[in-house]
């Protein structure tokens, strides 16, 4: 049993830390080079890996255990309206902030709302990373199959929106390496919510179905209320097939790898 404990702290630690860095470090590289085509893929995939992880994986594992449905859907609510009210009074940014996003703000007026907003966006970071890495641990010691999708999708959404982040704290007078240092020291909260969360929810294994609906609620809100209309805004045919393969694709990936779980 010791051993199981000490190989799932490690996959923790690793998902966390790996998720960290990659996302910064993927969002750092198509924030400077301007791939804005690559970050509109990567939104329609994200939709397919997040909702596809919260419908078909976390809730049937969490409304399968011995928790009450009546306190999930519960929680699956709640968390949808906390969701919300921490994106409106910008604890959590979600919403992505860019450019060259065709409403025509002065550049004046978007460095100076960047100005003041730039720290703001570190401290929500840090505290939505902490939060994703208590996510990644329930899910490690509720299912190893359902940790990796969860750390899969995770990275997924971090990609879009630490992209529109990078551009904010470049316009709010970061240079590209500080902006990367900062934003990689946020993303190591994550290793931090990843341990809490082991120590935490392995003594209170009875938390975990509700951490995961928590955790769907929160994949469900960015991906219908912030992704999805941003992928609305280019409604031609040959804009909307390419989305629609990619969020199968997302979708396909999902249940790939957890494909093996399901069988058990």
Not at 153 to 171: K, M, S, T, Y
Not at 196 to 225: C, K
Request: charged fraction near 15%.
């Amino acid at each position: 049993m010791g051993l199981q404990i000490n190989s799932t702290l490690v996959s923790i630690l690793l998902a966390t830390a790996i998720a960290g860095v990659f996302s910064i470090t993927a969002a750092a590289i198509f924030s400077f080079a301007l791939l804005s085509k690559m970050v509109e893929r990567l939104v329609s995939l994200s939709v397919g890996i997040m909702l596809s992880t919260s419908l078909l994986h976390a809730l049937p594992e969490a409304f399968e255990s011995s928790a009450e449905p009546h306190k999930l859907f519960a929680v699956l609510l709640g968390g949808l309206l906390a969701f919300f009210l921490l994106e409106k009074l910008s604890i959590l940014r979600h919403s992505h902030h860019h450019e060259e996003d065709g409403h025509g703000h002065h550049h004046g007026h978007d460095k100076r709302e960047a100005g003041k907003a730039g720290w703001m966006i570190l401290v929500g970071d840090g505290l939505h990373n902490f939060t994703d890495g208590i996510l990644i641990a329930a899910a490690f010691l509720a299912d190893p199959h359902l940790g990796l999708v969860t750390g899969l999708a995770i990275i997924a959404h971090e990609i879009p929106q630490e992209i529109g982040d990078f551009i904010v704290l470049l316009n709010a007078g970061f240079s590209r390496t500080r902006a990367y240092v900062y934003n990689l020291i946020c993303s190591l909260m994550a290793v931090l919510g990843g341990v809490l969360g082991y120590f935490t929810l392995e003594r209170g294994m009875e938390w975990i179905p509700y951490v995961l609906v928590f955790a769907s609620s929160g994949f469900i809100y960015i991906a219908v209320s912030d992704l999805m209309p941003q992928m609305q805004r280019r409604a031609t045919l040959r804009e909307t097939i390419p989305q629609v393969i990619l969020i199968a694709l997302g979708v396909a990936i999902v249940l790939v790898l957890t494909s093996h779980a399901h069988a058990h």
